[in-house]
C-alpha cells in the first residue's frame, strides 16, 4: 500500500548566538568587540553576559539583607550596560541583549555555553596575577564549556575591525 505523503522541510532562520563574558576589564571590552565583529560577519547575535556574587554579611537580615540583594545585582546591571556601551556603542549593528545573571563568573559562563554557538572570553579580567597568560575563569570556561570557545587577547580586534 502506497500513501501519498508529503514531505515539508522547515527552514530555521534561527541567528547564530554568541556569548560573551563581560566584567568590565579592558579584556572583556577586547572581547566584546571581536564577538560583534563576529556576530555581523556570520549574521548572528551577542548575549553580554555578566555575573554577579552576593557575599552576604552575616549581621544583614530581613528587609536590610534583601536591599543588599537588590542593590548588587543593580550595580551589575549597571556596570554591564555601562561596559556594552563603552565598547561597542549604542548601534553595534547587530542585537546585543545584556544579561546578568548570579553567581561565580565561570560557572555562570559554562551556564551560559549551554546555549551559545559560540563563547568568547578575554584572556583575563579583573583577577589579581597579571603574568599569567590566561586567567583562572578564561582557563575554567575554556575547560568545561559546551560550546567551541574563543579567547581574545587585548588588541587583537583591530585586526579583525573592518
Known amino acids: ?6 514531505e515539508t522541510t522547515v527552514s530555521e532562520s534561527i541567528e547564530p548566538l554568541i556569548v560573551v563574558g563581560v566584567d568590565g576589564s579592558d579584556h572583556s571590552k577586547e572581547a566584546l568587540r571581536w564577538g560583534v565583529a563576529q556576530a555581523k560577519a556570520i549574521g548572528g547575535r551577542v548575549h553580554a553576559v555578566m555575573s554577579w556574587e552576593w557575599n552576604t554579611n552575616p549581621f544583614a537580615v530581613g528587609a536590610g539583607a534583601q536591599e543588599d540583594l537588590a542593590t548588587a545585582e543593580e550595580a551589575a546591571r549597571r556596570k554591564l550596560a ?8 549604542t548601534s553595534p549593528g547587530v542585537p546585543v541583549f545584556r544579561r546578568v545573571e548570579q553567581g561565580t563568573p565561570a560557572q555562570v559562563l559554562v551556564d551560559a555555553s549551554a546555549e551559545a554557538d559560540l563563547m568568547v572570553v578575554g584572556t583575563r579580567g579583573h583577577g589579581g596575577f597579571k603574568g599569567a597568560l590566561l586567567g583562572s575563569v578564561s582557563q575554567q570556561v575554556v575547560q568545561y564549556a559546551a560550546s567551541t570557545v574563543v579567547v581574545v587577547r587585548e588588541n587583537d580586534y583591530n585586526d579583525y575591525a573592518d
Open 1 to 6: 500500500m502506497r500513501t501519498n505523503r508529503e
Open 82 to 89: 555601562d561596559t556594552v556601551a563603552e565598547s561597542v556603542g
